[in-house]
């Protein structure tokens, strides 16, 4: 299988550096094809901007949804964008690793997904009718692809628990798992967290490792979170509300999972 990993952490003698390495010769070694897009080494664009197309729609004003259609259609994207597009294309699956930063992902992550989800790539995909609202949520161009999240925490576990003070973990991801990942297509599967990482010493990164691997080696096994598929009838369209019938005890995000 091929495996992207989207990599998103500035010092390679990090934690993440070394779990990153892992990562790679554990999926290699298992005789997947692994590309890495190490964002910080590659001196990623973070920002989405006029910049992003070679050629504008307009040069009144920039619309960041219409230029960045006319780019993907024309051709005219910038390579970097346009180089990321083709290894999402070429993957079977997607691992975006990355340390939690304000309870979400490092800036030039959101960047690269920002930049690189171009409309008609990750959005703004097939049609609008009374029975389907685009290809999104459980369709789209990476249906068939699995994605999960490799993440490190400051935080400890049980401040991550059902009722700890940060929300549970499910709930904090829920923008990334389902907005980013299940948006466009993937099967996301479970993430990968490592909590309270200032207590990770030469004693217990052994133990850190080997849970990533099992994880790396169940990575076409392990079954995807069940989010409820836009299209399947369980929501009304075009309200988008989850209809009475399917979780009526339930509001929130998690609502949408099965
Ligand atoms: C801007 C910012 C915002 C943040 N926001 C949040 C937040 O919202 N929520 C939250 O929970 N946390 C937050 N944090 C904390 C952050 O998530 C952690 O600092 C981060 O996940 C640690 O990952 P790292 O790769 O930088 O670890 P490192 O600091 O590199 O390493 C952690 C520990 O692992 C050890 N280690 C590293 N590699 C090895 C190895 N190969 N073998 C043995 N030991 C090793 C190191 O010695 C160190 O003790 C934030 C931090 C910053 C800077």
């Known amino acids: 299988m091929k495996v992207l990993l989207v990599y998103a952490h500035p010092e390679p003698k990090s934690l993440n550096g070394s779990l990153r390495d892992f990562t790679v010769k554990r999926l290699e070694q298992a005789g997947h094809v692994v590309q890495v897009s190490d964002l910080y080494a590659m001196k990623w664009k973070a920002s989405l901007d006029a910049d992003d197309s ?3 729609l307009s040069a009144e004003r920039f619309y960041p949804s219409r ?39 490092p800036a030039i992550l959101k960047g690269w997904v920002e930049r690189v989800y171009a409309y008609g790539f990750a959005y703004g995909v097939g049609e609008h009718s009374d029975a389907r609202w685009g290809e999104r949520y459980g369709e789209g161009k990476f249906a068939g692809k ?38 466009p297509g993937f099967d996301v599967v479970p993430p990968f967290v490592v909590y309270r990482t200032s207590k990770i010493d030469e004693t217990n990164y052994a133990q850190v490792r080997d849970a990533l691997g099992q994880r790396l080696d169940d990575l076409w096994t392990t079954a995807p979170i069940p989010f409820r598929q836009q299209n399947g009838g369980a929501y009304a369209i075009p309200q988008l509300t989850l209809r009475d019938e399917f979780a009526p005890e339930q509001v929130g995000f998690a609502a949408h999972i099965e």
């Open 54 to 56: 070679r050629e504008r």
């Open 67 to 105: 230029e960045s259609k006319h780019a993907l259609e024309k051709g005219v994207q910038s390579e970097d964008i346009a180089r990321e597009q083709d290894k999402l294309m070429w993957a079977d699956a997607v691992i975006l690793q990355f340390p939690m930063w304000w309870f979400s992902m």
């Open 146 to 183: 699995r994605a999960m999240l490799i993440v490190t925490t400051g935080g400890w576990e049980s401040h991550y628990s059902a009722r700890g003070i940060n929300g549970p973990m499910d709930d904090v991801l829920f923008p990334i798992q389902h907005g980013i990942l299940y948006y």
